[in-house]
């Protein structure tokens, strides 16, 4: 079974990290992987980092623009990863944009995210028509989950076509928003959160988007198989370093 | 027919699409729905053209430019969209846009801008017709065009820095895509080139088209033809050309030519021709041409001109340009001034510099004594005179 679908069946609201490769060093890519799963994080978004990421906000965008100035590339990022499974055995996703991805070869892409042992793929801005008309059977050759998005915009026919495409979980934006908004969750994104899990959907829920703590955290994954954190977890990486990984991801069990 | 329309997915030929985050889904798709019924609809006619004619000043003049003919011994027009209000081709596409968002129910607009020419263009519908309007400009190109941001802010827009990567042109859109992103309900997106997600590439053209339209029936009355043998244009996104190309592309045997701006030349780091120097990708929800290391990472154009610095092209360009039904010729920054420079001292028009580039042609083409040009001369030089003195030591 697929790590992200192994952790998707525990019993347990799970932690889903985000961070970018090659940030803050280069050299620190498989460090900060490291010292997350063995903190206790369930699942690793690795970011490869864009020099136009549209659908993120001013944390993540600094994180990948030093990150680049490090020199991290695809190619970087592959190598990096390399062994990378003798060390860590949870869940792995790449999150990147997609020209990255065409410039690369979509099915190379697959073939290198296959050797290392990558679970799955989010690319926010490849839309599920064509990744369903162009790549899904690629993806899908090489044991990849396709991690799809839905918004609080998503209707529900849509939503319902999202569902079909994917078979682990569905990316839950919280707010229509790009990452690292600081709003806390009010009346309305609850609601949201129990409108969609009541949908009894094939696919889990996993929440990002706004997550910071562990009251945000409890909230966004009450309905739901836990949350993605993102920019709250690059702040604390840039202001206390990667000594600050374990007592971060511990204060969100603390709830 | 329509080999050169956009098709039902969004695409031309390989080139279009709308690769957007689920995020914009629904603002890209209520335009999508919605764009070609309110344009068709006589109510949006009627005060489209209405404005166009009494605002802006259409129809523009179709100009013979006797001096500029007999030096280069072929029948050289010019279609005065520097003659529009504030001047440039801009605003037919700004004006169509606020009367979409009305219908729309959208009452905060936003855009990006690189030059200032497409944020004055925006701030002065917004001024118009009383809508809130917020303009996006590279932090290091508000420094660069002082005046444009002055004039933006005369006109009552909020005028927000962009700070991210290179701080110019393509991050001013980033951050406007995101500013659309965060209100995806009250928000308006006028993109101001033919480029970004279907259907924006479609609706620009569209709007721009009234270009050509004029230009067939002006033509008619001079020439007792509709068609030219060229129609001629400067590249930086592709607005002026796709207006000017519009209703010429399916006529085989006009031919199309594209200018872009090689800057310092296309074999210095210094260039915008991506034509030349682009491979195919993903830039602002669009598939097209664009400048990009190997890694896919977008890298930044230079051009003197602020307005052909875009690292990317409208997909129909693109298209245009992979089928060859448009030649596409790159100019440089010296070419272009020196072209700025002649039609100024011969014709007594002083083009924006974006402009200049299409009158450089001539070193690289030849045209026969009875051929029929039509250059889109899509700007006046008044935003550029600062660039022009400096230049040429006025």
């Known amino acids: 079974m697929n790590r992200i679908n192994k952790a998707l069946a525990q019993d347990k609201k799970l932690i889903s990290i985000y961070f970018t490769a090659g940030y803050p060093k280069l050299k620190d890519t498989t460090e900060v992987i490291k010292r997350l799963a063995k903190a ?5 978004e690795i970011g490869l980092p864009y020099s136009d990421p549209l659908a993120d906000g001013p944390v993540i965008q600094r994180s990948s623009e030093q ?6 590339s695809t190619k970087v990022l592959f190598e990096q990863l390399q062994g990378i499974r003798e060390e860590v055995n949870i869940a792995l996703i790449v999150m990147g944009y997609f020209n990255a991805m065409l410039q690369f070869g979509v099915e190379n892409f697959c073939k290198e995210c296959q050797a290392i042992g990558i679970d799955g793929i989010i690319m926010p801005d490849l839309p599920i028509d064509i990744y369903e008309r162009d790549y899904k059977s690629i993806f899908e050759n090489h044991n990849l989950k396709f991690i799809p998005l839905i918004t609080p915009e998503t209707s529900a026919t849509r939503i319902k076509t999202i569902d079909a495409l994917g078979d682990s979980f ?23 959160f129990k409108r969609i899990s009541d949908l009894n959907l094939k696919n889990k829920l996993m929440v990002g988007f706004g997550i910071k703590d562990a009251i945000s955290f409890e909230q966004a994954s009450k309905y739901t198989s836990g949350c993605i954190i993102g920019s709250e977890f690059i702040r604390r990486l840039t202001k206390e370093g990667l000594d600050g990984i374990d007592p971060f991801i511990k204060s969100l069990k603390s709830s | 027919m329509n080999k050169y329309k956009v098709d039902e997915h969004g695409f031309y030929g390989d080139f279009g699409g709308a690769y957007i985050p689920e995020l914009l889904y629904p603002n890209v798709e209520e335009l999508k729905h919605n764009y070609k019924q309110i344009i068709a609809t006589e109510e949006f006619q009627k005060q489209f053209k209405h404005l166009l004619k009494d605002y802006v000043g259409r129809p523009t003049p179709l100009y013979l430019a006797e001096n500029l003919s007999a030096k280069y011994k072929t029948k050289i027009y010019l279609k005065r969209e520097d003659l529009c209000h504030t001047g440039a081709h801009k605003i037919n596409n700004t004006i169509g846009q606020i009367l979409l968002a009305k219908a729309l129910g959208k009452h905060r607009i936003i855009a990006e801008t690189g030059a200032g020419q497409h944020g004055v263009a925006t701030a002065t519908v917004c001024a118009l017709m009383g809508l809130e309007c917020i303009v996006y400009m590279g932090a290091v190109d508000i420094e660069r065009q002082a005046p444009n941001v002055a004039r933006m802010k005369m006109l009552g827009a909020e005028v927000v820095p962009a700070t991210s990567g290179s701080r110019t042109l393509k991050d001013a859109t980033n951050e406007a895509i995101r500013d659309w992103i965060n209100h995806p309900k009250d928000t308006h997106y006028i993109i101001g080139s033919v480029v970004g997600p279907h259907p924006y590439p479609d609706m620009v053209t569209e709007l721009q088209s009234v270009i050509s339209k004029e230009v067939k029936s002006q033509l008619l009355e001079k020439e007792g033809r509709e068609l030219p043998d060229y129609v001629i244009a400067c590249v930086g996104g592709g607005s002026n050309a796709a207006g000017l190309f519009a209703d010429f592309m399916d006529h085989e045997d006009v031919g199309i030519i594209g200018v872009e701006a090689s800057g310092k030349g296309v074999h210095t780091s210094e260039s915008a021709a991506t034509t030349i120097l682009g491979k195919e990708g993903i830039i602002h929800g669009s598939k097209t041409l664009l400048m990009q290391n190997t890694d896919g990472q977008i890298t930044e154009p230079y051009s003197i001109s602020a307005g052909l610095d875009y690292p990317g092209i409208g997909p129909l360009h693109a298209h245009l340009f992979k089928t060859g039904r448009g030649k596409f010729v790159s100019i440089t920054d010296q070419e272009a001034m020196e072209a700025g420079l002649e039609l100024s001292r011969m014709e007594g028009i002083i083009p924006a510099i974006e402009t200049a580039h299409a009158f450089a042609i001539f070193k690289y083409l030849n045209f026969d004594e009875d051929d029929v040009l039509v250059f889109n001369c899509s700007g006046r030089g008044d935003k550029d005179l600062e660039t022009y003195r400096k230049y040429f030591g006025y």
Do not use: H, P, Q, R
Not at chain 1, 40 to 44: A, E, L, P, R, S
């Open chain 1, 40 to 44: 206790g994080t369930d699942v690793i």
């Open chain 1, 67 to 72: 990150a680049l100035t490090n020199g991290m």
């Open chain 1, 170 to 192: 569905v990316y839950m934006v919280s707010s229509s928003s790009t990452t690292g908004g600081e709003k806390g969750f009010g009346e309305e994104a609850m609601s949201y």
